[in-house]
């Protein structure tokens, strides 16, 4: 490979030396130096450093250290057996912290012999020049690529040279134009160009080269340098005022590579050669713009070589190679540019699905772009690799896509369950209605809680979550005292209907038991519920049927032991004693043995309601008459005594708390 530059590992320390007087008198930035100035394939490599932290616009300051450069280098020089066989030269900068073992920043651009005269001789300073357009529009010879700045990876990349051409007075009286080929006109009416002996004299200050600045008082040494190296644009500009001179056919001679060897076939070749090693590795992003303006560079070198050429054929196959190489770079460099686009537009989630649906596009799109990439080409592992990123992208965003969807069904699903359960909540006439609007409220939680964090319903999810939960406690509960409700008024109905089949067997213990169950569980049916009134009604029946039980029951057991008592006293009679229950009354049938002495024992009740026995009464009759007093003050129902034939003996009265003969 030829280097634009031949291999120096000598003579650039001027040029560092220069460099470090600059930053040193001028503090460009704080604490910044230059520390190497080298080559390397092909390139000045120049590397500054300064103490942390870093620069906030490194760029800016790149460019500052590229417009030094081109100001150093015309007054300090080059290796001088360089100087005259480089028309341009690759310059790339470098910075780093002073602790750093890797520059932070880089920057790359283009030296051309043009920007020394620029500097040497400022536009109010020099002789008078043909127009740029002219040069730009008759080739100019060999020059150096013009469109380059548009591809490079910072403004500073490449310098397009629109400065007119320039005519220079060589020390004996001569003139020489800037550039190889130097100037010429139209093809169809050559251009002749002369000067006069006074034009091309330098008699004084107008057209001498400026005084050194401050900080290049001690670097007289690099001014002589340079002042000795611009005797080669002195013999460009010479041959350039002899090919203006012969017209059409100097035209055709001037045209690159049409004389002689073509320096641009092995100059593209280098900046190809740049770019493919770049694309071989992991390119950063500002690699891939460096290699693409080296590709271009190539490109713009062999594009104006003409077809009358004996180096034409190989410069069209190289050409070929390059553009090719450059659309897959291009491919490349528009892909990661999508990919850039998708991730920015993935920032700060969560987003609408319209637009992951935007961003899984772009990640395709990039997809697309990198799946042209042929496989012979240096891109093709790196591309593969973006490739399989890019892919994983492309499948998380679908996956975003398909949660963002399932959370807004979920979410409005929810929404509508949650509104059926208020319509169920208002209309709820029975414990069944209360179920069911609670059923409907879990369904609709349950909706809400799955949808996941990250989505866009996610937070008024969480806003409707806290209200329903509030509406289900609600329906809950008052399912709950609904159930107990419709439970108590069961077991209500049930024991009344116990207690009645009881009654109707005249077991009037278990019928007292289940009335008083009745009751309760009628009681407990709670307030404000849809049985309330029902359990009211209940409670109207069923406690009147409680105290009448409640009688029977003392009625049944006095009969139970005054019945005892009678059996003991006539066990052993013949005639035996028994005890009726009227509706009326309570009939009580003695033996004879018992009922005379009881009737001619028994006097009408005083007028205070007493009576006495008129006649004395044998122990067990005195005890079958307080059994029979004791049992009806009890029921408090009257008891009638009656002989074995039937006859009426007494009647007594609790009301009246004695025996009446009527």
Not at 170 to 176: D, F, I, L
Not at 247 to 261: E, K, N, T, W
Not at 421 to 428: C, F, H, L, S, V
Not at 583 to 601: D, K
């Amino acid at each position: 490979m030829t280097s634009l530059l031949p291999p120096t590992t000598t003579g650039l320390e001027p040029l560092q030396q220069a460099f470090a007087v600059y930053l040193k008198d001028t503090s460009l930035y704080p604490g910044l130096t230059a520390i190497d100035c080298s080559e390397c394939s092909g390139r000045i490599l120049l590397l500054a450093e300064h103490p942390a932290p870093e620069a906030r616009e490194p760029n800016d300051l790149l460019k500052e250290l590229g417009s030094v450069f081109r100001d150093l280098v015309p007054v300090v020089g080059l290796p001088e057996a360089d100087w005259a066989m480089v028309p341009a030269i690759s310059v790339r900068l470098y910075l780093k912290l002073t602790a750093a073992p890797q520059p932070y920043a880089i920057h790359t651009f283009t030296w051309q012999a043009d920007d020394a005269a620029r500097v040497l001789f400022p536009a109010d300073n020099r002789p008078a020049r043909a127009p740029a357009r002219a040069m730009e529009s008759t080739g100019g010879g060999d020059d150096w690529p013009q469109n380059r700045a548009e591809h490079g990876p910072h403004s500073g990349a490449v310098q397009r040279s629109d400065a007119p051409a320039m005519a220079i007075a060589s020390p004996n009286g001569t003139s020489t134009s800037g550039g190889e080929g130097g100037l010429g006109g139209s093809p169809s009416t050559p251009a002749m160009v002369s000067f006069s002996d006074e034009a091309l004299a330098l008699p004084d200050a107008a057209v001498q080269p400026p005084a050194l600045p401050p900080w290049l008082q001690q670097g007289r040494y690099w001014a002589a340098q340079g002042a000795r190296s611009l005797r080669y644009y002195w013999s460009y500009g010479l041959a350039a005022m002899i090919l203006v001179g012969t017209g059409a056919f100097a035209y055709a001679l001037s045209r690159p590579c049409v004389v002689g060897s073509c320096v641009r076939l092995d100059q593209a070749t280098e900046f190809n050669d740049l770019a493919q090693g770049i694309l071989a590795g992991s390119p950063s992003g500002d690699e891939l713009t460096t290699a693409q303006s080296d590709l271009q560079a190539a490109i713009d070198l062999l594009t104006p070589v003409p077809s009358w050429s004996s180096h034409y054929d190989v410069a069209q196959a190289n050409l070929q190679n390059y553009q090719a190489s450059i659309a897959v770079l291009d491919t490349l460099i528009k892909a990661q540019a999508i990919a850039r686009e998708a991730a920015a537009l993935s920032q700060d989630p969560p987003h609408p699905v319209e637009r992951w649906v935007n961003v899984h596009l772009l990640w395709q799109q990039a997809i697309d772009q990198l799946e042209t990439i042929p496989a012979d080409s240096p891109a093709f592992d790196f591309s593969q690799q973006k490739l399989s990123e890019y892919r994983i992208n492309h499948s998380t965003i679908g996956n975003r896509i398909v949660a963002e969807e399932e959370a807004e069904a979920n979410f409005s699903t929810a929404i509508q369950t949650g509104n059926l359960a208020r319509q169920r909540m208002d209309t709820a006439n029975s414990l069944a209605g209360w179920q069911l609007a609670t059923k409907e409220w879990q369904a609709a939680i349950k909706g809400l809680s799955l949808i996941p964090y990250g989505t866009m319903a996610y937070g008024e999810a969480q806003a409707q979550l806290k209200d329903y939960q509030q509406q289900l406690s609600r329906s809950t509960n008052r399912a709950t005292l609904e159930k107990a409700g419709a439970h108590n008024y069961n077991q209500a109905v049930q024991a009344a209907r116990a207690a009645a089949a009881y009654e109707a067997t005249g077991q009037w213990t278990l019928a007292v038991t289940q009335w008083r169950q009745a009751v309760a569980t009628a009681q407990q049916i709670p307030a404000d519920t849809i049985l309330t009134e029902e359990g009211m009604v209940l409670l109207e029946t069923y406690q009147p049927a409680l105290a009448n039980a409640q009688n029977r029951l003392s009625t049944a057991v006095a009969l139970q032991t005054l019945t005892t008592t009678l059996a003991q006293l006539c066990a052993d009679l013949a005639t035996p004693c028994t005890v009726r229950e009227d509706p009326s009354q309570i009939r009580v049938l003695l033996s004879s043995q018992y009922a005379e002495p009881l009737r001619q024992a028994i006097t009408p009740p005083a007028a205070d309601g007493t009576f006495v026995f008129t006649t004395q009464i044998s122990p067990g009759t005195q005890q079958l008459i307080e059994q029979i007093i004791s049992a009806s003050h009890q029921i408090d129902r009257q008891i009638a005594i009656y002989d074995s034939h039937g006859g009426f003996v007494a009647r007594y009265r609790p009301d009246l708390g004695g025996f009446i003969k009527n």
